[in-house]
């Protein structure tokens, strides 16, 4: 059973910096393309970030493009995710995810599936 535990989460301050790692067993994250995304209570999942197969591409959604870094080891079977500049419109729970072999597309929950459980991401001033 593939399984995805998200860690790293935490309360922080405007301007702070954080690092979330997505750890996976029961397969290895070789040649798999994988996902961050956050959500508000109340509002939808949002892509916040994916990276290919090979580590070697990388998109990001507009709003944290130039600020968040993702990235994945293979040899540790994990992804991470670099949180830099916090604003406070950051607060939300990060989920990560494996991408379907099926998925047309990189930033719809629909193309992810398999997801952890998530972990809370506080931005306060």
């Known amino acids: 059973q593939v399984q995805l535990s998200e860690s790293g989460g935490g309360l922080v301050q405007v301007g702070d910096a954080l690092r979330l790692s997505c750890d996976v067993s029961?397969?290895?994250?070789?040649?798999?393309?994988m996902a961050w995304f956050r959500q508000v209570p109340g509002q939808d999942r949002d892509f916040v970030g994916a990276?290919?197969?090979?580590?070697?591409?990388?998109h990001y959604s507009d709003v944290v493009k130039g600020r968040f870094l993702i990235s994945k080891d293979d040899a540790k079977n994990t992804l991470y995710l670099i949180l830099n500049s916090l604003r406070l419109e950051d607060t939300a729970v990060y989920y990560c995810?494996?991408?379907?072999?099926?998925?047309?597309?990189?930033?719809?929950?629909?193309?992810?599936?398999?997801w952890g459980p998530g972990t809370q991401v506080t931005v306060s001033s």
């Open positions: 990276v290919t197969w090979s580590g070697q591409v990388s």
């Open positions: 995810a494996i991408r379907s072999s099926s998925a047309a597309g990189w930033r719809s929950q629909d193309d992810y599936d398999t």
């Open positions: 029961g397969r290895s994250i070789q040649r798999t393309a």
